[in-house]
């Protein structure tokens, strides 16, 4: 059964920090070739924010290098998304999701994954 649920989410002034949690079922975690991050603001497209793939390799969005960082806990079936110097424009509703089966060359777009949580909304303010 695929099943992914965000955790983490909140309020925060700009410069703090938040990590958030995805619990994957077991089925959806070992058997993901690539799990990500997503963020969306109402009346824009949903963006990638920062991915991984089984191998451990990872991508990030240009907003975020060096202020994200994607992870994952074999142990617990978890993706987690530590933040780190936020900025108001970080606010957004903050999603997990994974693909089963093949490797894109496109591992931030939205399109390529085939499972999503429910989301965790996430709120930067100046």
């Known amino acids: 059964q695929v099943q992914l649920v965000e955790s983490g989410g909140g309020s925060v002034q700009a410069g703090g920090s938040l990590r958030l949690s995805c619990a994957a079922s077991?089925?959806?975690?070992?058997?993901?070739?690539?799990m990500g991050w997503f963020r969306q603001v109402p009346g824009k497209e949903r963006e990638g924010v920062a991915t991984?793939?089984?191998?451990?390799?990872?991508n990030y969005a240009d907003s975020v290098k060096g202020r994200f960082t994607i992870s994952k806990d074999n142990a617990k079936n978890t993706l987690y998304l530590q933040m780190n110097s936020l900025k108001p424009e970080d606010t957004a509703m903050y999603s997990c999701?994974?693909?089963?089966?093949?490797?894109?060359?496109?591992?931030?777009?939205?399109?390529?994954?085939?499972?999503w949580g429910q989301g965790t909304q996430v709120t930067v303010s100046s």
């Open positions: 999701a994974a693909r089963l089966y093949g490797i894109s060359a496109y591992p931030l777009s939205p399109n390529e994954y085939d499972y």
């Open positions: 077991t089925y959806t975690y070992y058997g993901s070739r690539r």
């Open positions: 991984i793939d089984a191998d451990s390799s990872t």
